[in-house]
């Protein structure tokens, strides 16, 4: 299948901080990356659809000002926590939409394990 | 919106049997459905999937079946083994754009 790297796959940061997560599709190219956030035990809940050149789309709920999301190239996307809280601690997922010829499949990056202290 | 109904939440089998995971979906216009795996605190993994110009498909020991009309879709897991154990995932899409639904996941246990 096709390679979707995350990184950090863990990371530890301090209350009122900031983090960067990136995404990067491997050896294709991605318009379109999905950004997910995943409690224990719980399904995978979409924050934010990021597309290439163009602002990302936002589901209800998320606020973009506090998940900044920038998809520069076709390779990269970007989620950054901004002034990061302890309730913002969770598994973060993204994923990349891929056409296989036969229809579109999607791919997920390993995750990013966020702890804030 | 679609709204994707998965049960059951867990799942416990003995090593060998089968294990099946059954999903609704809510919008009849709904034309793709994969089957995701994540273990622990790893990324899901695609593991099936089916469009919805077919009724089934299988791969080994896994298998899938699709009745649109009524608006629901399984997975099948037989001669199941203790690394199956994982939380599976379906989820359900539509048109170009692409973005699954994802139903609330089945924490299937198998005991060797």
């Not at chain 1, 790297?5 to 599709?25: D, F, L, M």
Request: net charge neutral.
């Amino acid at each position: 299948g096709a390679v979707v790297s995350q990184h950090p796959s863990w990371v530890i940061c301090k209350s009122g901080t900031s983090v960067k997560i990136e995404c990067r599709s491997l050896d294709f190219q991605a318009t379109t990356m999905f950004w997910y956030r995943q409690f224990p035990k719980q399904s995978l809940m979409l924050m934010a659809t990021s597309n290439e050149g163009s602002k990302a789309t936002y589901e209800q709920g998320v606020e973009k000002d506090k998940f900044l999301i920038n998809h520069a190239s076709l390779t990269l996307s970007t989620l950054t926590v901004t002034s990061a809280h302890p309730e913002d601690s969770s598994f973060y997922i993204c994923s990349a939409r891929v056409n296989r010829g036969t229809g579109n499949t999607i791919y997920f990056g390993e995750g990013s394990w966020l702890t804030v202290v | 919106g679609e709204n994707v109904e998965q049960h059951p939440s867990t799942l416990s089998v003995q090593e060998g049997d089968s294990a099946v995971i059954k999903c609704t979906y809510s919008d009849s216009a709904s034309n793709y459905f994969p089957w995701y795996k994540q273990e622990l605190g790893k990324r899901p993994q695609l593991i099936i999937d089916i469009r919805s110009n077919v009724g089934e498909k299988k791969d080994q020991r896994i298998a899938v079946t699709l009745n649109k009309t009524a608006k629901h879709f399984s997975l099948h897991i037989t001669e199941t083994q203790p690394e199956d154990s994982a939380v599976y995932f379906c989820a359900a899409s539509k048109g170009g754009s692409y973005i699954p639904t994802f139903g609330r996941g089945t924490s299937l246990i198998v005991h060797p």
